[in-house]
């Protein structure tokens, strides 16, 4: 990712995102956080927990995913392996792809089974995302300060519906001084939290920078003020929480002269376990079967409807 945004950049494998929270201590469900509690404390615990889930294989999901920008939608489905993570467009504002789209689809996602480079510079990019984006969890209690707003109660992909979830505004610790480029977005950045207290994850987090923000002393780039992200988590079953939805609106400089412009939203539905053990290749595999089989589907219910007319 550009410039250490990682952290608004949650890239699909849900075990390098923020919000993946494992909290084996349980000290959030032993008794409900209040205002006798430092929130800076409760987040500083999940950190801890989270630094923890990221090392844990666990369990592995093929999912779908929806990404709305102003051209239009695109969605992918995604299938998480030891090695990376495969992905297979399947429709274009919602339309599914032709015969043509689809073989060069399939073109496309070969040339990681086929080509060892691909695969590696794959695998190394995914690798430094999280690397990224574990700096930047790790920044986290020291770079904000924590304090209480209230109480809200879960929706349909926010943490659990119907769970009680406990609000926390942060903005930017004056004392806190970044140790790299990764994590000099952190002081430009203020907004809110949202912390399931029964399950003890982060439910969702809205970030906005209320200034501009630059990198490498403005020589590497700026983010703009306003730029503004929202991520939302949801439990999909025993206890494990997958980001549901992200929304990234950010505009800026990279290297002084190119332009940054992102607006998008992405919605994630349908997860799945898969064997933990699945290759790779074996996830090429399974993508190609998944959308065949979308296709046909459509296919069939496109002639159903119209030998109804």
């Known amino acids: 990712m550009i410039l250490g945004l990682s952290i608004l950049f949650f890239p699909p494998p849900r075990r390098y995102a923020l919000l993946s929270l494992v909290l084996s201590v349980g000290g959030f469900a032993q008794s409900a956080p209040g205002p006798s509690t430092d929130p800076g404390e409760l987040v500083r615990k999940a950190v801890q927990n989270e630094i923890s889930a990221s090392n844990d294989g666990g369990v592995r999901f093929m999912f779908r995913g929806t990404k709305f920008t102003p051209k239009g939608s695109t969605t992918k489905i995604y299938v998480e392996t030891h090695e990376a993570t495969a992905g297979i467009i399947v429709a274009y504002d919602g339309k599914p792809l032709t015969p043509q789209q689809r073989q060069e ?6 040339r990681f089974v086929k080509n060892s480079e691909e695969m590696s510079r794959k695998r190394a990019q995914e690798h430094d995302e999280a690397e990224r984006t574990m700096r930047m969890v790790r920044a986290l209690p020291d770079a904000f300060v924590y304090e209480y707003v209230g109480q809200e109660t879960a929706s349909p992909g926010i943490g659990q519906a119907g769970e009680p979830l406990l609000k926390l505004k942060f903005h930017p610790n004056p004392h806190y001084r970044p ?42 780039g700026h983010l ?30 990279v290297l002084l002269f190119k332009g940054l412009f992102l607006d998008s939203t992405e919605a994630f539905s ?21 959308a065949a089989s979308q296709a046909a589907e459509t296919a069939s219910s496109r002639g159903e409807s119209g030998s109804r007319r």
């Open 270 to 290: 349908n997860f799945k376990r898969v064997p933990a053990d699945l290759t790779f290749a074996q996830a090429v595999e399974l993508l190609k079967k998944q």
């Open 224 to 253: 703009d003020r306003g730029g503004h992200f929202v991520v939302h988590q949801q439990n999909v079953g025993d206890n494990i929480w997958e980001i549901s939805s992200m929304t990234l609106k950010f505009t800026g400089k």
């Open 179 to 220: 140790p790299s480029r990764v994590e000099e977005v952190l002081v430009g950045m203020q907004g809110n939290l949202l912390l399931d207290q029964t399950h003890g994850r982060l439910a969702a987090i809205d970030g906005t920078l209320f200034r501009e923000v630059s990198f490498g002393w403005g020589i590497l």
């Open 105 to 110: 689809e399939e073109v496309r996602i070969d």
